[in-house]
């Protein structure tokens, strides 16, 4: 109930607001409702900047991973070149028996005989020299016959490569004894005396050997490469003017003894070339070796350099060692951007991209841009329709509900500065505030004149309810007088058959005496004396037997009010009680063909009164007696009791009698009302049983009745019964 309440109570609140509150929460409402547009636009801009970021993330890494592809390739080749001429030549030199003698090589091989000049295929054929190279010798040198022909079968091989790849700028053997290398294109020996800088072919050897400073057979040599695998050289500048150079070399053995190695020389353009076209628009390619040198770029940093570049002139997210120890492939965060390291497999190169924060910034601001144009003109053009509507129709109403509301309290009436076409709204409101307002004082005067009239009617009405108060106290009386009447009468009535028996039967000894005394002076008789005795004794008991009666009627009058004073409270067990009434009705109400039957539970401790309970009990079933059974044959009456809960007894007294007609049952405990007044019914029996449960026993008692059914009186009483001033 309380909720409901509440409830109602705030929906009338709300109903009830204000016209000033009303303009504040729509106002709350519209700038509001504007806001959470611009934060909506906001957050959907932040949303689709971390997507646009996410996005590109993605893209750039599956863009490094083609890179990574591309660049595997192009390496990939240049491995497999080294592998075939070091398997070419390892293989000769294992089975010589196996190496073809054709012409040619027999040709070669005498050319190869001569050392006037050191180089050996000097005046070779022209197409041979695009097939063979050069061959290089000092001029002291041993047999060298098994050496060319172990080294010609490979020669078709590196032909092939460098007519299919252009990246290839020399391929070469060189002799580990240092004696010998052959070079591939053919290149006359006064030229390379010329790029050497020297005046004999001894001193250019050294130089070749030496090959810029890397000295080509210690890098793959068996005290710095035990492992016997590919080496790939610092990048360097090329002497020719091809620009960046790096070189692979791998160890030639032959029964496990170290005889030279060969090598080929790879122009980095291709590397750059390869990034270039596979560049990014937002990332950063770069290939870095172990050192730090940047052997490729893809924003052509290196195009025009004469020296190495090292990684920190190109490279701004990552170091070297960071390059080489994260994992391949993983994206890593700086906050300055971010960047990923990939492994070109057997190489000692890592491929580094980077994309800067700033270009990612820029990319996602140039992506969302529209939607931010697009999301600031739907505001913008919101926020026109919002307010245009706000001034010209929102507003104005609501300053209308405000002057309609304050109107009662405006004196005099101004109406505000408002647009022209809610003018007449307005004075039509103060127009009807006037009217109300003259209505009123009509009203007023109407009224003060009513209260007058109604104040002299009250007059006469106080007057007229004294005086009806008056008669009412009189009637109450006359009414209890005429119900005590009508009880007095039904006792005398009562009163009169004993009482006047007992009179006649006096009279009647008083007869007896005067014949006893008359006869006893004639002389007693025997037979006149027997006579005397059993007259005497007859109209003894007839004058007992009447007095009784007019004793019982006597009593139960006086028993209207009950004296609680009288009676004594004890504990006692209800159904112990109940089963002594039994025991002690039982003969008398046997008389009158009743049987009496008990319901009665275990045990119900009581601390009350035992004597006006039995009293109550006792009047019931006088009651049930005199009403209950008038032309029924089969009487009988039932008395149970059972616990309601802890605090509560109940005890029912049932029969199977006549029953009470519905019109009088909210009648039978009323004072003075009997069905039978005069004809043994007093009228107080069960008005005596009323007050003492409700009063005395504190508890009620009602009664449920159906014609030809019986009746059952219900009881219902505490087990401690309350408290009295006298109650011991």
């Not at 390739?73 to 390892?90: C, F, G, K, P, W």
């Not at 390291?341 to 700033?358: G, R």
């Not at 007019?550 to 004296?563: G, M, N, R």
Request: charged letters at 20%; aromatic letters at 8%.
């Amino acid at each position: 109930m309380n909720d409901q309440q509440s409830k109602t109570k705030n929906s009338n609140q709300e109903t009830n607001l204000s016209s000033k509150a009303l303009i504040q929460r729509y106002r709350l409402m519209i700038y509001g409702g504007l806001l959470l547009i611009i934060l909506l636009t906001l957050g959907n801009a932040i949303y689709l900047s971390k997507q646009v970021k996410n996005q590109i993330l993605s893209q750039e890494l599956h863009h490094g991973d083609e890179t990574l592809l591309a660049l595997t390739q192009t390496i990939s080749v240049s491995l497999n070149h080294i592998d075939r001429m070091r398997y070419a030549i390892e293989n000769a030199r294992q089975h010589p028996e196996l190496t073809p003698r054709s012409p040619t090589i027999k040709y070669l091989a005498e050319q190869g005989s001569s050392t006037s000049t050191q180089g050996l295929w000097d005046s070779i054929p022209e197409p041979l020299k695009a097939s063979v190279g050069q061959v290089f010798v000092l001029s002291d040198i041993r047999d060298i016959t098994f050496d060319l022909a172990s080294l010609l079968p490979m020669m078709p091989g590196v032909v092939a490569t460098h007519q299919q790849h252009s990246e290839f700028q020399w391929s070469y053997y060189y002799d580990g004894q240092k004696a010998l290398t052959q070079l591939y294109p053919w290149v006359l020996s006064s030229d390379i005396l010329a790029a050497t800088n020297t005046d004999n072919m001894d001193d250019a050897l050294a130089v070749i050997y030496e090959a810029g400073g890397t000295f080509p057979l210690d890098l793959v040599g068996e005290e710095q490469n035990s492992e016997g695998i590919k080496v790939w050289t610092q990048p360097y500048m090329d002497a020719g003017g091809k620009g960046m150079m790096i070189s692979l070399l791998a160890p030639i053995y032959e029964s496990d003894n170290f005889v030279g190695a060969v090598g080929t020389d790879i122009t980095l353009k291709v590397l750059d070339k390869i990034l270039i076209e596979l560049r990014s628009d937002l990332g950063h390619f770069a290939i870095v070796d172990q050192n730090g040198t940047v052997i490729a770029d893809s924003e052509g940093y290196l195009k025009g350099k004469t020296e190495a570049v090292k990684q920190e002139e190109v490279l701004s997210l990552t170091s070297i060692d960071e390059a080489r120890k994260v994992e391949t492939g993983l994206l890593q965060t700086d906050q300055n951007g971010n960047w990923v390291s990939y492994k070109l497999e057997d190489t000692p190169w890592n491929l580094v991209l980077e994309i800067e924060s700033s270009k990612i910034q820029n990319h996602i601001f140039e992506t969302i841009l529209p939607y931010l144009i697009m999301g600031g003109l739907f505001a913008a053009l919101l926020l026109f329709t919002v307010l245009y509507q706000h001034w010209n129709f929102s507003q104005p109403a609501l300053q209308l509900a405000q002057f309609v509301e304050e109107l009662p309290r405006q004196f005099p009436i101004d109406i505000p500065d408002i647009p022209s076409k809610w003018q007449y709204w307005f004075v039509s409101a103060a127009n009807t505030e006037t009217a109300r307002r003259q209505h009123v004082s009509t009203i007023e005067k109407q009224t003060l004149e009513l209260e007058q009239r109604v104040e002299e009617r009250t007059h006469d009405l106080q007057e007229a309810l004294k005086t009806l108060k008056a008669t009412q106290d009189e009637l109450v009386h006359s009414e209890k007088l005429a119900g005590l009447g009508s009880l007095v009468a039904g006792i005398a009535h009562e009163l009169n058959t004993p009482i006047g028996n007992a009179l006649l039967v006096s009279s009647s000894i008083k007869q007896f005496n005067k014949e006893f005394v008359t006869a006893t002076q004639e002389g007693l008789r025997k037979s006149v004396l027997d006579n005397y005795l059993a007259q005497s004794n007859e109209s003894a008991d007839s004058i007992e037997r009447n007095l009784h009666r007019a004793a019982e009627l006597i009593t139960s009058f006086k028993q209207v009010a009950v004296d609680q004073t009288s009676y004594q409270r004890r504990q006692f067990d209800l159904p112990e009680i109940l089963h002594e009434l039994r025991v002690t009705m039982t003969p008398t109400l046997s008389k009158d063909l009743i049987s009496l039957e008990e319901n009665l539970t275990e045990s119900i401790a009581m601390d009350s009164y035992p004597g006006p309970l039995t009293q109550v009990l006792m009047n019931l079933l006088s009651n049930a007696v005199t009403h209950a059974f008038s032309g029924k044959e089969n009487r009988q009456v039932t008395i149970s009791c059972s616990l309601i809960n802890d605090h509560t007894a109940a005890i029912k007294v049932l029969d199977n009698g006549v029953g009470i007609e519905q019109e009088v049952l909210p009648k039978v405990f009323d004072p003075f009302f009997t069905t039978r007044l005069g004809k043994g019914g007093s009228g107080l029996g069960l008005n005596i049983t009323y007050n003492i449960v409700t009063g005395l026993l504190g508890g009620d008692i009602k009664v449920e009745s159906t014609v030809g059914s019986g009746s059952c009186f219900i009881i219902e009483l505490p087990l401690n019964a309350p408290e009295t001033t006298s109650s011991t």
